[in-house]
């Protein structure tokens, strides 16, 4: 196993790597920087667009272009001239709670998660969003929505409240979207951080960022841990798997000078972890 660096834009807060299996890149974002990071691994070539407002999560679209989850909606991202557009939105993101991270399941809908601000009150919620561009509220009483994932059959969805430090498991109805019987499937408190952006492999494992505990953790379909993986970097912001083979670990990460704390060379750097001997899932493209 090794863990590189990659040639890539340093974010302030880098999260909710995507990698696009028919264009081989990987897409990430800096939340607090505004931007959306594009990598071509067999060129090195970057590219970034800016987008108006703090961003949480993105995915790219089947008819072209990505979806972002600003902080008061879900916006449209053309790549060609850059342009934003809403395209859902709700009268719960206000001054008080924002949109946070999100994922695509096998069905085209974009599941995303909103956040309290000040992260101090449950007032976040899950949504989903599908070819209707409306967003159905599924689940609330959250802190910090992170690592929305699911299991290779779809009976399962995994997703983090942050601030509880554990990660939730629920039924996921694959032809609904409807999520039920929301339990608790891990817990971070041990692991000295908390649980960022997750992917699921192929093998049915979670894996998820510890933030503040620079580690990535494999889970077992069971919750028990199979592996750690110490990082470079004390604040890991997700995963995702990529490569042709999709046996690579992306893996950007956040600057702690964003709370006002001293940041190293290496912080908010994207990495790529090689050898794991595991390989992950293609990420599905948003239907609407």
Known sequence: MRITRLDAP????????????????????????????????????????????????????????????????????????????????????????????????????????????????????????????????????????NGPCWSPDDKTFYHADSIRKTIFAYDYAIETGRLDRRRPWAGTEDLGGIPDGATVDADGCVWSAICEGAKIVQFRPDGRIERIIDMPVKLPGSVMFGGPDLDRLFVPSLSPAFMGRTADPLDGSTFVIDGLGVTGLPEPRFAG
């Open 10 to 145: 340093q974010c302030s807060v880098g999260e909710g790597p995507v990698w696009d299996v028919a264009e081989q890149a990987l897409y990430w974002i800096d939340i607090l920087g505004r931007a959306v990071h594009r990598y071509d691994p067999a060129t090195e070539a970057t590219g970034t667009w800016q987008v108006p407002n703090i961003i949480g999560s993105m995915a790219l679209r089947a008819r072209g272009g990505a979806i972002v989850a600003l902080a008061n909606g879900v916006h449209t991202l053309d790549f060609e001239t850059g342009a934003c557009g809403m395209l859902a939105g709700s009268v719960d993101l206000d001054d008080l709670v924002q949109l946070a991270d999100g994922k695509v399941d096998r069905r085209g809908r974009f599941i995303v998660g909103s956040s309290d601000r000040g992260m101090k009150e449950a007032r976040g919620k899950l949504y989903s969003l599908g070819d209707d561009d409306s967003l159905r509220e599924i689940d609330n009483d959250i802190f910090l929505a």
